[in-house]
Protein backbone atom coordinates (compact mmCIF):
# COMPACT_ATOMS: atom_id res chain seq x y z
CA UNK A 1 0.00 0.00 0.00
CA UNK A 2 1.18 3.48 -1.06
CA UNK A 3 1.82 6.50 1.52
CA UNK A 4 -0.93 7.67 -0.25
CA UNK A 5 -3.35 5.14 -0.37
CA UNK A 6 -1.78 5.06 3.71
CA UNK A 7 -3.27 8.53 4.43
CA UNK A 8 -6.61 7.56 2.91
CA UNK A 9 -7.20 4.33 5.02
CA UNK A 10 -6.05 6.40 7.87
CA UNK A 11 -8.45 9.49 7.21
CA UNK A 12 -11.28 7.05 6.57
CA UNK A 13 -10.60 5.29 9.82
CA UNK A 14 -10.92 8.13 11.87
CA UNK A 15 -14.02 9.84 10.22
CA UNK A 16 -15.48 6.12 10.77
CA UNK A 17 -14.60 6.29 14.81
CA UNK A 18 -15.68 10.28 14.89
CA UNK A 19 -19.17 8.93 13.26
CA UNK A 20 -18.94 6.68 16.46
CA UNK A 21 -18.57 8.68 19.23
CA UNK A 22 -20.84 11.22 17.93
CA UNK A 23 -23.72 8.91 19.04
CA UNK A 24 -26.47 9.82 21.29
CA UNK A 25 -29.20 8.30 20.19
CA UNK A 26 -30.48 6.45 17.65
CA UNK A 27 -32.53 9.15 15.91
CA UNK A 28 -33.45 8.69 12.00
CA UNK A 29 -31.42 4.99 12.16
CA UNK A 30 -34.20 3.01 10.21
CA UNK A 31 -33.61 -1.01 11.09
CA UNK A 32 -33.73 -2.79 7.56
CA UNK A 33 -33.04 -6.32 8.79
CA UNK A 34 -33.81 -8.80 11.84
CA UNK A 35 -30.25 -11.15 11.33
CA UNK A 36 -31.22 -12.97 14.97
CA UNK A 37 -32.67 -12.88 18.16
CA UNK A 38 -31.86 -14.91 20.98
CA UNK A 39 -34.77 -15.88 23.77
CA UNK A 40 -31.72 -17.43 26.15
CA UNK A 41 -29.78 -14.56 26.39
CA UNK A 42 -32.64 -11.87 25.75
CA UNK A 43 -30.64 -10.48 22.39
CA UNK A 44 -31.42 -9.47 19.12
CA UNK A 45 -28.90 -8.01 16.22
CA UNK A 46 -30.18 -5.71 14.22
CA UNK A 47 -28.70 -3.81 11.09
CA UNK A 48 -29.66 -0.75 9.71
CA UNK A 49 -29.09 2.82 8.47
CA UNK A 50 -28.70 6.49 9.48
CA UNK A 51 -30.43 7.78 6.98
CA UNK A 52 -31.19 11.36 9.07
CA UNK A 53 -27.65 11.99 10.27
CA UNK A 54 -25.84 14.34 7.78
CA UNK A 55 -22.85 13.49 9.05
CA UNK A 56 -23.09 9.61 8.49
CA UNK A 57 -22.80 8.10 5.16
CA UNK A 58 -26.18 7.21 4.42
CA UNK A 59 -24.99 4.34 2.03
CA UNK A 60 -23.12 2.13 4.48
CA UNK A 61 -24.75 -0.43 7.01
CA UNK A 62 -24.69 -0.48 10.97
CA UNK A 63 -25.09 -3.42 13.14
CA UNK A 64 -26.76 -2.58 16.27
CA UNK A 65 -26.77 -5.71 19.45
CA UNK A 66 -29.30 -4.95 21.75
CA UNK A 67 -29.05 -7.21 24.99
CA UNK A 68 -30.96 -7.22 28.38
CA UNK A 69 -28.60 -6.39 31.06
CA UNK A 70 -28.04 -8.79 34.02
CA UNK A 71 -29.71 -8.18 37.36
CA UNK A 72 -26.88 -6.92 40.11
CA UNK A 73 -27.11 -7.36 43.54
CA UNK A 74 -25.78 -3.91 44.34
CA UNK A 75 -28.96 -2.24 42.77
CA UNK A 76 -31.99 -4.78 43.45
CA UNK A 77 -32.86 -2.92 46.27
CA UNK A 78 -33.26 0.13 44.07
CA UNK A 79 -35.19 -2.10 41.81
CA UNK A 80 -37.81 -2.86 44.45
CA UNK A 81 -38.67 0.23 45.55
CA UNK A 82 -41.27 2.61 44.91
CA UNK A 83 -39.59 3.85 41.79
CA UNK A 84 -41.18 0.16 40.35
CA UNK A 85 -44.00 0.95 38.80
CA UNK A 86 -46.21 -2.46 38.10
CA UNK A 87 -49.24 -3.12 35.87
CA UNK A 88 -51.06 -6.34 36.56
CA UNK A 89 -51.06 -9.04 33.90
CA UNK A 90 -52.59 -12.07 36.38
CA UNK A 91 -53.39 -12.87 39.53
CA UNK A 92 -54.56 -16.44 40.60
CA UNK A 93 -54.77 -16.96 44.50
CA UNK A 94 -51.25 -16.03 46.21
CA UNK A 95 -49.98 -15.79 42.28
CA UNK A 96 -49.66 -12.55 40.76
CA UNK A 97 -47.34 -11.71 37.41
CA UNK A 98 -46.82 -7.75 36.40
CA UNK A 99 -45.05 -5.69 34.10
CA UNK A 100 -42.52 -3.93 35.93
CA UNK A 101 -41.37 -0.87 34.82
CA UNK A 102 -38.19 0.83 36.36
CA UNK A 103 -36.19 3.89 36.87
CA UNK A 104 -34.38 4.65 33.79
CA UNK A 105 -30.86 4.33 35.93
CA UNK A 106 -32.29 0.80 36.18
CA UNK A 107 -33.44 -0.14 32.90
CA UNK A 108 -30.27 0.19 30.80
CA UNK A 109 -29.45 -2.44 27.52
CA UNK A 110 -26.54 -2.91 26.49
CA UNK A 111 -26.16 -1.87 23.22
CA UNK A 112 -23.32 -2.21 20.87
CA UNK A 113 -22.78 -0.60 17.21
CA UNK A 114 -20.92 -1.63 14.37
CA UNK A 115 -20.20 0.48 12.19
CA UNK A 116 -19.64 1.01 9.04
CA UNK A 117 -20.55 -2.70 9.05
CA UNK A 118 -18.69 -5.20 6.31
CA UNK A 119 -20.51 -7.88 4.69
CA UNK A 120 -18.52 -10.20 7.24
CA UNK A 121 -19.95 -8.67 10.18
CA UNK A 122 -23.66 -9.23 8.75
CA UNK A 123 -22.96 -12.80 7.84
CA UNK A 124 -21.47 -13.12 11.44
CA UNK A 125 -24.70 -12.18 13.33
CA UNK A 126 -27.14 -13.45 11.00
CA UNK A 127 -28.79 -16.37 11.66
CA UNK A 128 -27.88 -19.37 9.58
CA UNK A 129 -27.79 -23.35 9.88
CA UNK A 130 -24.63 -24.42 11.63
CA UNK A 131 -22.36 -26.77 9.83
CA UNK A 132 -19.41 -29.53 11.45
CA UNK A 133 -16.11 -29.39 9.32
CA UNK A 134 -13.41 -31.46 10.23
CA UNK A 135 -10.07 -30.29 9.00
CA UNK A 136 -6.40 -32.69 8.49
CA UNK A 137 -3.76 -30.23 8.93
CA UNK A 138 -3.25 -30.93 4.44
CA UNK A 139 -7.16 -29.42 4.19
CA UNK A 140 -5.65 -26.34 6.80
CA UNK A 141 -2.82 -25.89 4.10
CA UNK A 142 -4.40 -26.24 0.86
CA UNK A 143 -7.94 -24.78 1.77
CA UNK A 144 -8.53 -22.88 5.10
CA UNK A 145 -4.80 -20.78 4.83
CA UNK A 146 -5.52 -19.31 1.55
CA UNK A 147 -8.48 -18.63 2.34
CA UNK A 148 -7.68 -16.57 4.89
CA UNK A 149 -4.61 -14.75 2.91
CA UNK A 150 -6.88 -14.10 -0.16
CA UNK A 151 -9.45 -12.34 2.67
CA UNK A 152 -6.85 -10.40 3.99
CA UNK A 153 -8.85 -10.17 7.28
CA UNK A 154 -7.84 -7.04 9.54
CA UNK A 155 -6.74 -7.30 12.55
CA UNK A 156 -5.58 -3.50 13.13
CA UNK A 157 -8.12 -3.15 15.86
CA UNK A 158 -6.01 -5.46 17.71
CA UNK A 159 -3.02 -3.98 16.98
CA UNK A 160 -4.80 -0.75 17.93
CA UNK A 161 -4.84 -2.11 21.83
CA UNK A 162 -1.27 -3.56 21.83
CA UNK A 163 0.16 -0.38 20.91
CA UNK A 164 -2.37 1.41 23.26
CA UNK A 165 -3.64 3.82 20.80
CA UNK A 166 -7.09 2.23 21.65
CA UNK A 167 -8.78 1.08 24.71
CA UNK A 168 -5.67 1.62 26.93
CA UNK A 169 -7.61 2.60 30.10
CA UNK A 170 -9.52 -1.15 29.75
CA UNK A 171 -6.20 -3.23 29.59
CA UNK A 172 -6.31 -4.62 33.59
CA UNK A 173 -2.95 -6.46 32.73
CA UNK A 174 -0.09 -6.74 30.92
CA UNK A 175 3.10 -8.45 30.58
CA UNK A 176 5.74 -6.14 28.05
CA UNK A 177 7.28 -9.34 27.12
CA UNK A 178 7.25 -9.34 22.96
CA UNK A 179 7.63 -13.15 23.28
CA UNK A 180 5.59 -14.67 26.11
CA UNK A 181 3.71 -11.38 27.14
CA UNK A 182 -0.04 -9.81 26.40
CA UNK A 183 -2.37 -7.95 27.60
CA UNK A 184 -5.50 -8.49 29.59
CA UNK A 185 -8.97 -6.81 29.06
CA UNK A 186 -12.89 -6.97 29.43
CA UNK A 187 -13.88 -8.66 26.20
CA UNK A 188 -17.27 -6.33 25.23
CA UNK A 189 -19.34 -8.66 26.18
CA UNK A 190 -18.63 -8.24 30.46
CA UNK A 191 -20.71 -5.08 31.30
CA UNK A 192 -18.05 -5.41 34.04
CA UNK A 193 -21.13 -5.22 37.05
CA UNK A 194 -21.00 -8.95 38.15
CA UNK A 195 -18.20 -10.91 38.36
CA UNK A 196 -20.02 -14.40 37.67
CA UNK A 197 -20.50 -12.73 34.35
CA UNK A 198 -16.56 -12.24 33.94
CA UNK A 199 -15.41 -12.77 30.82
CA UNK A 200 -12.02 -11.40 30.03
CA UNK A 201 -9.44 -11.94 26.64
CA UNK A 202 -5.71 -11.79 26.71
CA UNK A 203 -4.34 -10.93 23.48
CA UNK A 204 -0.21 -11.97 23.00
CA UNK A 205 1.70 -9.27 21.85
CA UNK A 206 3.20 -11.38 19.18
CA UNK A 207 1.98 -10.89 15.87
CA UNK A 208 3.06 -14.02 13.71
CA UNK A 209 0.69 -16.47 15.34
CA UNK A 210 -3.12 -16.58 13.61
CA UNK A 211 -4.63 -19.55 15.79
CA UNK A 212 -4.48 -22.73 17.36
CA UNK A 213 -2.63 -24.35 14.18
CA UNK A 214 0.36 -22.39 14.65
CA UNK A 215 1.20 -23.83 17.98
CA UNK A 216 3.85 -25.95 18.52
CA UNK A 217 6.74 -26.55 21.38
CA UNK A 218 8.10 -23.50 21.03
CA UNK A 219 5.35 -22.00 21.91
CA UNK A 220 4.72 -23.41 25.19
CA UNK A 221 6.50 -20.81 27.14
CA UNK A 222 3.91 -18.11 26.19
CA UNK A 223 1.12 -20.31 27.01
CA UNK A 224 1.71 -21.03 29.92
CA UNK A 225 3.12 -17.81 30.91
CA UNK A 226 -1.02 -16.63 29.85
CA UNK A 227 -1.85 -19.30 31.82
CA UNK A 228 -0.13 -18.44 34.72
CA UNK A 229 -0.41 -14.82 34.88
CA UNK A 230 -4.00 -14.47 33.99
CA UNK A 231 -5.23 -16.71 37.07
CA UNK A 232 -3.06 -14.66 38.91
CA UNK A 233 -4.40 -11.08 37.86
CA UNK A 234 -7.91 -12.39 38.19
CA UNK A 235 -7.73 -13.56 41.45
CA UNK A 236 -5.60 -10.73 42.58
CA UNK A 237 -8.16 -8.13 40.79
CA UNK A 238 -11.69 -9.82 40.86
CA UNK A 239 -11.21 -12.06 43.38
CA UNK A 240 -12.03 -15.44 41.60
CA UNK A 241 -10.00 -18.73 42.27
CA UNK A 242 -8.53 -20.50 39.59
CA UNK A 243 -10.88 -23.38 40.19
CA UNK A 244 -13.94 -21.53 39.21
CA UNK A 245 -12.12 -20.12 35.63
CA UNK A 246 -12.50 -21.15 32.55
CA UNK A 247 -9.51 -20.47 30.20
CA UNK A 248 -9.51 -21.54 25.91
CA UNK A 249 -8.88 -20.69 22.79
CA UNK A 250 -11.50 -20.95 19.70
CA UNK A 251 -11.39 -22.76 16.76
CA UNK A 252 -12.21 -21.16 14.15
CA UNK A 253 -11.41 -18.22 16.04
CA UNK A 254 -13.22 -15.03 15.45
CA UNK A 255 -9.97 -12.94 14.20
CA UNK A 256 -6.80 -14.13 12.91
CA UNK A 257 -4.47 -13.07 15.73
CA UNK A 258 -3.67 -15.24 18.95
CA UNK A 259 -6.05 -14.70 21.97
CA UNK A 260 -7.05 -16.82 25.07
CA UNK A 261 -10.79 -16.20 26.48
CA UNK A 262 -10.59 -16.35 30.30
CA UNK A 263 -14.63 -16.78 31.31
CA UNK A 264 -15.94 -17.67 35.42
CA UNK A 265 -17.41 -20.85 35.12
CA UNK A 266 -21.15 -19.50 36.41
CA UNK A 267 -21.09 -17.53 32.59
CA UNK A 268 -22.72 -19.64 29.65
CA UNK A 269 -20.47 -17.68 27.36
CA UNK A 270 -21.21 -18.11 24.22
CA UNK A 271 -18.46 -20.69 22.70
CA UNK A 272 -17.82 -22.68 24.87
CA UNK A 273 -19.26 -25.77 23.21
CA UNK A 274 -17.52 -28.65 21.78
CA UNK A 275 -15.52 -28.32 18.34
CA UNK A 276 -15.61 -24.49 19.29
CA UNK A 277 -13.43 -24.09 22.28
CA UNK A 278 -10.35 -25.78 23.26
CA UNK A 279 -9.43 -25.77 26.67
CA UNK A 280 -5.68 -23.76 26.99
CA UNK A 281 -5.14 -26.58 29.65
CA UNK A 282 -5.19 -29.03 27.15
CA UNK A 283 -3.80 -27.47 24.41
CA UNK A 284 -0.15 -27.34 26.56
CA UNK A 285 -0.30 -31.11 27.74
CA UNK A 286 -1.16 -32.33 23.87
CA UNK A 287 1.88 -30.06 22.57
CA UNK A 288 3.58 -30.97 25.55
CA UNK A 289 2.97 -34.91 24.58
CA UNK A 290 3.48 -34.18 20.67
CA UNK A 291 5.96 -30.96 19.95
CA UNK A 292 3.77 -30.03 16.87
CA UNK A 293 0.83 -31.63 17.85
CA UNK A 294 -1.46 -29.12 16.07
CA UNK A 295 0.43 -30.33 13.08
CA UNK A 296 -1.40 -33.56 12.78
CA UNK A 297 -4.55 -33.33 14.43
CA UNK A 298 -7.39 -33.48 12.25
CA UNK A 299 -9.63 -30.16 14.25
CA UNK A 300 -13.71 -30.36 13.92
CA UNK A 301 -15.51 -26.97 14.06
CA UNK A 302 -18.89 -25.25 13.14
CA UNK A 303 -18.99 -23.11 10.27
CA UNK A 304 -22.20 -21.25 9.33
CA UNK A 305 -24.08 -22.44 5.85
CA UNK A 306 -22.97 -18.70 4.37
CA UNK A 307 -19.02 -18.65 5.44
CA UNK A 308 -17.02 -18.61 2.81
CA UNK A 309 -14.68 -20.85 4.18
CA UNK A 310 -17.38 -23.93 4.36
CA UNK A 311 -17.76 -23.04 0.77
CA UNK A 312 -14.43 -23.18 -0.06
CA UNK A 313 -14.77 -26.69 1.50
CA UNK A 314 -17.64 -27.97 -0.32
CA UNK A 315 -16.00 -26.88 -3.48
CA UNK A 316 -12.97 -29.05 -2.72
CA UNK A 317 -15.44 -31.62 -2.04
CA UNK A 318 -14.60 -32.16 1.14
CA UNK A 319 -18.49 -31.79 2.57
Given at each position: ?7 IAKKRKLDEET ?301
Amino acid sequence: MSSDQEKIAKKRKLDEETEQKGLKSFDGFTVTKVLNENASSKSIFLMGKFSKDETVNKDKDAVVILEKTPFSEETVGSLLSSKMELSLQMQNDIYGMFDGYPDKELNGVKTTVIYPATERHILKYTAQNINLISETYDDYVNITLPYLKSRQFSVQWVYNILDKSAEAERIVFEDEDKEKGFVLLPDMKWDQKQVENLYLIAICHRRDLMSLRDLNDDHLPLLKNIQQKCIKAVEEKFSVPPRQLRLYVHYQPSYYHFHVHITHLKFDAPGTQVAKAYLLSDVIENIEMVGNYYQKKTITFTQRENDGLLLKFREAGKL
